[in-house]
């Protein structure tokens, strides 16, 4: 078993890769054995399925080509009857109807049968579809909401999930760490998975972030004159000119933005503050151009340290590509800097800037804070970090399998790369707090991130106002607890748009100025609420009091009260019940 990582680069690419593979393969294969499913008997259902597709495919092409041709046909009946009318007198019109009635009524007639056809192949495509869903429905019910800290712990053992966030968690950033947890108003959170990383407690977050950005309109305006002019033989004529007017203004408009981060506290350097931004250095090699460009940073970074003015206390550091690259100028506490940069850990983080092949290289945001650190890898944002298990479902096995494996890896190597930066720092993994976060009931209860990601899972359009046209920002506030459930509020702010006409003055070709409208949207802020009941569900079999220490549980459905929501079809995160309740 390996305990710490500090050569997250090298460790990935010699055991943590093949490691999770192997691991995500073979939980999957343990699914299939404790599921029962026959694999050789939905292959054969899948395989006839496809047979029936195609033949449903090429049927409804035959017949797309039928109905072209009787289109033709009607067509050339028309256009003969008119031309014969044109020509001669209407007696010769039924010469048209005698020649191709005959062709269109066979041509009708084909594509009945041809309808009835694909209609009957559609219904067997469905049920056949209906006997594969069937077969893997035993395996569909065993995917839950902890694989994927499951394969994740088994690969990494340092790194832990939590069953969700809960109150304890969050209280424990809090007041060890001080971090208040609150993302303001613009900020949603989409999902959140909570843990630990040697000890430490960490957040992977998606939110989503708005903001009143800005657009432009644009619009025209056709004008034209006439004007006199002398030909080449030197008469006046007169001839029209045209032009097209164009202008813009410039409009607030909402902006929405998913991010995907991590949040870690650890007690070490207590009083360190910094920020370093990807660096495009990061990317450069050995040449003599770009040499001479880190060259450049360097000593940048030399006159930096040299500037000993008041309240400048940066000094560069032995290794200066490391400086150059990583790039934390802004840090306020030298001795504290070096105490957490080692050169260990510089040597290791440089591998991670630079490397082009094994994982993401320099996409990293990184701040600390204090004790608390905040990473923003660029390569996450496309990463779906919720791993819900209704994904997962197919009526295929081998889909399945290859969906499954495909996702976890991906999921690994996401994540992995996000938490490098810290992996890549000997003394984070020597701080182990042992703080007991789950000390009354209140602990064991989720927090307002898992309130709020709870509200996004279920959608916008549950909590959206009537008139919203843009995306949704979801808050909640916890109302009151009671029977060991949580009624909360959830409001959802977004904007109504209201048409609006701008005209600008133009001047145009005829020497005059026209006026050149521009329409535009005005958005006018609206929001909307609901009440939500929160309840900690146990799994068949689980008694509810082993419920908030358990690893995730098996999904349970959401029942709704009303915005037809279809409880059937709502799978629910984690094991949380959610209703929503009349505002």
């Known amino acids: 078993m390996i305990d710490d990582v500090h050569e997250p680069l090298e460790q990935y690419a010699s055991h943590f890769k093949t490691a999770h593979v192997t691991h995500t393969a073979d939980f999957f294969e343990d699914l299939v054995r404790r599921s029962g499913v026959d694999e050789n008997a939905n292959a054969s259902t899948v395989q006839e399925l496809r047979e029936l597709e195609k033949q449903a495919a090429g049927v409804g092409s035959s017949n797309k080509w039928w109905r072209i041709l009787r289109g033709l046909t009607i067509a050339a009946a028309v256009l003969a009857a008119l031309y014969i009318l044109a020509q001669y007198t209407w007696p010769w019109l039924v010469l048209p109807a005698l020649v191709l009635a005959p062709a269109i009524h066979v041509l009708n007639r084909v594509i009945n049968d041809s309808d009835a056809r694909l209609k009957a192949l559609r219904t067997v ?13 035993p395996l569909n019910r065993l995917f839950d909401w902890d694989i994927v800290a499951k394969l994740m712990q088994k690969t990494v053992p340092r790194i832990a999930f939590d069953a969700y966030f809960s109150n304890g968690r969050m209280n424990e950033l809090r007041n060890s760490f001080g971090w208040s947890g609150n993302l303001g108003d613009d900020h949603s959170i989409v999902f959140s998975h909570s843990g630990v990383l040697n000890g430490n407690p960490f957040i992977l977050a998606r939110t989503l972030s708005h903001w009143m950005g800005s657009k432009t309109y644009h619009g025209s305006l056709s004008i034209s004159w006439t004007e006199q002019y002398r030909d080449s033989q030197g008469k006046w004529q007169t001839r029209t000119r045209h032009e097209t007017l164009r202008a813009s203004v410039e409009r607030p408009f909402p902006e929405y933005e998913n991010r995907t981060f991590i949040v870690y506290g650890n007690e070490a350097a207590p009083d360190l503050v910094f920020t370093r931004n990807p660096s495009k250095l990061s990317k450069l090699e050995d040449g003599m151009f770009d040499k001479w460009r880190k060259n450049r940073a360097i000593k940048k970074l030399e006159a930096k340290s040299r500037d000993v003015g008041e309240g400048k206390t940066f000094t560069v550091m032995a290794n200066r590509e490391f400086d150059a690259l990583f790039d934390a100028t802004d840090r306020n506490h030298e001795v504290q800097f070096r105490l957490l940069f080692t050169p260990l850990a510089q040597q290791e983080m440089l591998k991670l800037l630079k490397d082009s092949e094994t994982g993401f290289g320099d996409t990293f945001v990184f701040e600390k804070t204090h004790m608390i650190n905040v990473v923003e890898a660029g390569h996450m944002r496309r990463t779906d970090i919720s791993a819900d298990p209704a994904s997962f479902h197919a009526y295929e096995l081998a889909h399945a399998r290859s969906f499954f494996n495909s996702y976890h890896n991906d999921f690994f190597k996401s994540f992995y790369f996000g938490m490098a930066p810290l992996l890549a720092i000997p003394l984070y993994q020597q701080h182990r707090p042992h703080a007991d976060i789950y000390k009354d009931t209140y602990s064991h209860k989720p927090c307002f991130w898992e309130h709020e990601a709870i509200a996004n899972y ?65 958005y006018f802020e609206v929001s909307n609420s609901a009440r939500v009941l929160v309840k900690e569900t146990a799994a068949p079999g689980e008694a509810a009091s082993d419920v908030a220490t358990d690893s995730y549980r098996s999904a349970m459905p959401a029942a709704f009260a009303h915005h037809g929501i279809d409880a059937g079809r709502a799978v629910l995160r984690r094991s949380i019940l959610s209703a929503v309740v009349p505002g």
């Open 125 to 137: 495509c469905d049920e056949k579809r209906a006997v594969a869903w069937s077969q893997m429905a």
């Open 458 to 522: 279920h959608g916008e359009a549950a909590f959206n106002h009537p008139e919203c046209v843009t995306r949704s920002i979801l808050k909640t506030a916890m109302e009151s607890e009671a029977d060991g459930s949580q009624e909360v509020r959830v409001t959802a702010s977004g904007f109504k748009s209201v048409a609006r006409t701008a005209y600008i003055s133009v001047w145009g070709g005829d020497g005059r100025t026209h006026q050149v409208p521009v329409h535009w949207d005005e």
